[in-house]
């Protein structure tokens, strides 16, 4: 699965965005702006609410873009097929 801070990392260079610009843009201070977007995209922490709010309108995403998991593994798929058909049979 593709981790949210892969995901954040990716749209933040595709602005052409340094972790201090977004950090910046998102109301950190100066002093610990670019930390907490190196803590993000190392999934050392994991934004609030609020702040993936923020994240979402600053990288100009829906916010589903950033929390909703991504599959990218071959067996990823053989499970959310094998799940996708068993929980159907259900409701």
Not at 12 to 21: A, F, I
Not at 59 to 85: D, G, M, N
Request: aromatic share 6%; glycine share 4%; charged share 30%.
């Amino acid at each position: 699965m593709i981790a949210f801070g892969e995901k954040l990392k990716h749209l933040r260079t595709k602005k052409h965005l340094t972790q201090k610009q977004l950090g910046l843009l998102l109301g950190f201070s100066e002093s610990c702006a670019d930390i907490r977007i190196a803590q993000y995209e190392s999934g050392k922490r994991t934004p609030k609410a609020e702040t993936m709010k923020k994240l979402a309108k600053e990288l100009e995403v829906p916010i589903e873009i950033l929390t909703t998991p991504i599959l990218s593994e071959p067996a990823e798929y053989s499970a959310i097929s094998f799940w996708r058909e068993e929980l159907s049979s259900v409701m």
